[in-house]
Every structure is written in C-alpha cells, then in structure tokens.
C-alpha cells in the first residue's frame, strides 16, 4: 500500500509564508511526476504545481513568483514554498504523486488526505 502524507498547512496572515512537505511511503519502486493541488471553499480543486521526476516545473499563473514546488526524491518527498500569501489562497491544499509499485509496467495516481490553508487580511 502506498500512502501520501501532508503537513506544513496552518493560519498566516496575508504577506506571510508556508511551507508544506507531503511524504510517500509503502511499496514503492518509483516515483513519476508529484503536484499540488487546492480547493478553495465551495470551488473545485485546481492544480497549483507540477513537478516532473527530472525536476521540470510548472507553476498555476495566479502563483508564479510566490509559490515554488520542489522535491527530494531520496524522502520521496514533494514540497510547496509558499511567500507573500494572499486572503485568495485560502484552500484545502492536496498532494498527488504517479506512483510506480511492485508490478514495474503498472502506475497508479495517489492522493494524500489535504492540508487546511488559511490567510487572514
């Protein structure tokens, strides 16, 4: 079994920073490309950041400049930077990740359970 685990979310006022870490564990023999996720109250889930198992990244535009997604693949850990907050990117934040197990041709999408993110104005 594989499981993803955040951490790192809290209440910040607007213009401060965050950081959150999610951390893989179980069988794994790979991992493919890991993102975050958020889904602000009564809105959908939206991608916010994608990072490649080379290290490409990509960033959502309403973050570019603030937020930074990186990834230590020895922890099999992804993280999200998150500088100069706003009031907007309050929002249940998710980890996924594209995770190869034991059978080498097989990979499947895991999630983790979410982080609650809240900046105050």
């Known amino acids: 079994q594989v499981q993803l685990v955040e951490s790192g979310g809290g209440l910040v006022q607007a213009g401060g920073s965050l950081r959150l870490s999610c951390v893989a564990s179980g069988t794994i023999s790979s991992i493919n490309g890991m993102g975050w996720y958020r889904q602000p109250p009564g809105k959908q889930r939206e991608l916010v950041a994608f990072i490649s198992s080379g290290g490409a990244t990509s960033h959502a535009d309403s973050v570019k400049g603030r937020f930074t997604i990186s990834r230590n693949n020895a922890k099999n850990t992804v993280y999200l930077q998150m500088n100069s907050l706003k009031p907007e990117d309050t929002a249940v934040y998710y980890c996924?990740?594209?995770?190869?197990?034991?059978?080498?041709?097989?990979?499947?999408?895991?999630w983790g359970q979410g982080t609650q993110v809240t900046v105050s104005s």
């Open positions: 996924k990740a594209n995770i190869r197990g034991l059978i080498a041709s097989v990979t499947f999408d895991y």
